[in-house]
């Protein structure tokens, strides 16, 4: 079953907040977090794992809150880079190692 | 340099024809998949295929076939029951093994009916 993404949008002004929620009905074992960009593939930007810590990346960073089943990616001090759509990716079935993705949350900040 | 190629960029399918998508990884990757997006949509899994001669349906496999013949390529085709065809189509890899590492992506083809 598809992961649930919220906010399915935003807007923000060059270095405001954001935080991007991806929520499952299923046991997780890891949950992927992709940017894409407008005709462009998927670009991964980090993964969390069942028992794992929270990820950090620059600016950006996700939580996993194994108990929720459930994730959030938060964007801090935005730039304009930063836009694009973002989709979580869940593995969720035993053996079944390829994601399920989320509807995705399209962000964008203007200047 | 390692990656995904996928080709060609852009097909045009005509009625009843049976296409063809290419999907090529120089990355030594054991799985590889194929994903369809439509407008403003998520991705959704076609096939997938954790080792050489061998391959799963996903979700939304109707319509569609594959062959993993060796282990860097796994086309894609599209065949004429595949009604709706027109999306855009992203062939990922990843190892195989562990649950560490995650899938990446190809740059895609972008498929029109005519």
């Known amino acids: 079953q598809q992961p649930v993404q919220s906010p399915q949008a935003v807007i923000l002004r060059e270095g405001e907040d954001a935080v991007i929620n991806c929520s499952s009905s299923k046991a997780l074992y890891s949950v992927h977090w992709y940017r894409q960009k407008h005709g462009e593939a998927p670009v991964f930007l980090m993964i969390l794992l069942k028992g794992g810590e929270q990820k950090g990346h620059e600016k950006i960073s996700a939580s996993f809150n194994e108990k929720k089943q459930q994730s959030s990616l938060y964007l801090t001090a935005s730039q304009l880079s930063y836009s694009g759509t973002y989709f979580c990716g869940t593995e969720t079935p035993p053996g079944r190692r390829a994601l399920t993705f989320g509807s995705g949350t399209r962000l964008q900040v203007q200047p | 340099d390692g990656g995904i190629t996928q080709s060609p960029k852009y097909l045009f399918r005509k009625e009843g024809q049976n296409v063809t998508l290419s999907c090529e990884q120089n990355?030594?990757?054991?799985?590889m998949y194929w994903y369809r997006q439509d407008p403003g949509q998520g991705l959704r899994l076609i096939y997938y295929?954790?080792?050489?001669?061998?391959?799963q349906k996903g979700d939304i496999a109707e319509g569609y076939s594959v062959s993993r013949e060796k282990k860097e390529s796994f086309p894609l085709t599209v065949t004429s029951a595949q009604k709706n065809p027109t999306a855009f189509y992203l062939c990922?890899?990843?190892?195989?093994?562990?649950?560490?590492?995650?899938?990446?992506f190809g740059p895609g083809t972008r498929l029109l009916v005519l």
């Open positions: 990922a890899s990843s190892i195989e093994g562990t649950r560490q590492e995650t899938q990446y």
């Open positions: 295929s954790q080792i050489v001669n061998d391959f």
């Open positions: 990355l030594n990757h054991d799985a």
